[in-house]
């Protein structure tokens, strides 16, 4: 008689906590298959000699079982759009050092506006005032009393404080952060990145959606630029005015979603004043890293970006950063790319898109709407105000499986495009009175 053997292993000891940690963070559920985990072996195996890459045999593995700690870092930086799968060994190389040298120059610039920019030091309060003014008693050292600034370094130095105090509270449960150099690059490349988007600048939440750069990429340069290319996708959420926040057109598009796919639920939700979905700001904002351990969260990050994947993502990320892209960039995205190169889900839109061309939505909202969902009944009968929906939703950290969640976003987009298929025919022969 055969026995099956568990051929799965731990992930803990490439995220180790602290001691007295453990106990408080969620457990991670991720394990490394065997013979499905992406491993270092297969990822080679789909590089040419000249180093292009068929990426369309990773997605699918990626997607079932994830990408084996060992080699997150490089891989992530394919899934981000960092490079063009079709590039050479060697042109990455030289984009790679490109991309140093700018960040070199963008750090430098910084520096030269506050030196503690690379200094290793983290500040916690204010070192200017709105009108420019140094703060003599902050913990700065840096600020030189002299010309009004300009509007811009003012706005900038105002969020040092901000980016610090909530650098200090992200992913401490690691011990990767009580070494306190690793504390200064993530403030660092937090800081250079507000500089650098002005438009943007920072906001409560970068910190966790960058930690996991620091974590995986031993280069600061290369870091920062895997964080950029995933505000590419992000920003938006953190694009804030007077009236409004970025995040709101993600919540309202949540709204429309579980409106269709359940709407007995959406209605509950109304009559409790959640109509606004801002219960789930969070879980748009960070990707789930709270509701998930540190792995499990990198897990669920890759799974949505291998869903997602879009060949073109390179160029197009190029070709917005430069007024004078190459040719070269130009014809990589005219070529045809094969479907098996595009993610699950993006292939899903693109077969949709003549039929629904409004379905621009990301997976993220899928994923909300999916644990929105499973958790229907117990909203129903149990949710008797907003409160009640809050701790319904927070009672379920550390407790979600990752790729259940992924499959659950899969079936409810196909389900959402069939509903909305019959709501806007029937609205179309709805006769006009």
């Keep these: 008689m055969w026995r099956i053997v568990d051929v799965s292993t731990s992930a803990d000891s490439f995220y180790p906590l602290k001691e007295n940690c453990g106990d408080d963070v969620p457990k991670t559920r991720f394990k490394i298959k065997v013979g499905k985990t992406l491993s270092e072996r297969k990822w080679r195996s789909t590089f040419s000699p000249e180093g292009c890459i068929d990426i369309g045999k990773s997605l699918g593995r990626i997607q079932r079982a994830g990408i084996h700690p060992t080699i997150k870092g490089e891989v992530w930086e394919f899934l981000l759009g960092c490079y063009?799968?079709?590039?050479?060994?060697?042109?990455?190389?030289?984009?790679?050092q490109q991309r140093r040298e700018k960040y070199l120059k963008l750090k430098e610039e910084c520096k030269e506006m506050d030196s503690l920019v690379g200094s290793g030091r983290i500040i916690t309060t204010p070192i200017i005032t709105e009108n420019g003014?140094?703060?003599?008693?902050?913990?700065?050292?840096?600020?030189?009393?002299?010309?009004?600034?300009?509007?811009?370094?003012?706005?900038?130095?105002?969020?040092?404080?901000q980016i610090g105090l909530d650098v200090l509270r992200t992913d401490r449960s690691l011990v990767f952060y009580e070494e306190n150099e690793n504390l200064s690059k993530l403030w660092d490349v937090l800081a250079v990145y507000a500089w650098m988007d002005k438009q943007v600048g920072y906001g409560q939440g970068m910190s966790d959606l960058c930690s996991p750069m620091i974590f995986l990429l031993d280069d600061e340069a290369d870091a920062f630029w895997c964080f950029e290319r995933l505000m590419r996708r992000l920003r938006g959420n953190f694009r804030c005015t007077d009236s409004s926040v970025g995040v709101e057109n993600q919540l309202q598009s949540l709204a429309a979603v579980t409106e269709i796919i359940d709407p007995k639920l959406h209605k509950h939700l109304e009559t409790l004043g959640g109509g606004d979905y801002l219960f789930a700001f969070r879980m748009l904002m960070v990707l789930f890293r709270r509701e998930f351990s540190f792995g499990d969260s990198l897990y669920l990050w890759e799974m949505m970006w291998a869903l997602e994947y879009d060949p073109d993502m390179f160029s197009v990320y190029e070709e917005s950063s430069s007024e004078d892209s190459s040719k070269k960039t130009g014809e990589s995205k005219g070529k045809s790319k094969p479907i098996q190169h595009f993610g699950r889900f993006e292939r899903e839109k693109l077969k949709n898109r003549s039929k629904n061309p409004e379905d621009p939505l990301p997976i993220s909202v899928f994923l909300v709407a999916s644990v929105?969902?499973?958790?229907?009944?117990?909203?129903?009968?149990?949710?008797?105000?907003?409160?009640?929906?809050?701790?319904?939703?927070?009672?379920?950290?550390?407790?979600?499986?990752?790729k259940k969640a992924c499959t659950g976003a899969l079936k409810l987009h196909k389900k959402y495009l069939k509903k909305a298929k019959i709501t806007n025919t029937a609205d179309q022969n709805t006769p006009t009175p």
């Excluded at 063009?84 to 790679?96: G, N, V």
């Excluded at 050292?141 to 300009?150: N, T």
């Design 84 to 96: 063009d799968p079709w590039s050479t060994s060697e042109e990455r190389d030289q984009l790679r």
């Design 372 to 402: 929105l969902e499973s958790k229907s009944a117990k909203l129903l009968t149990e949710a008797r105000g907003l409160d009640d929906v809050v701790k319904i939703l927070n009672d379920m950290n550390g407790n979600l499986d990752a």
């Design 133 to 161: 003014e140094p703060i003599a008693d902050s913990n700065d050292g840096g600020v030189k009393s002299g010309p009004r600034l300009d509007e811009k370094i003012i706005q900038w130095k105002l969020t040092l404080h």
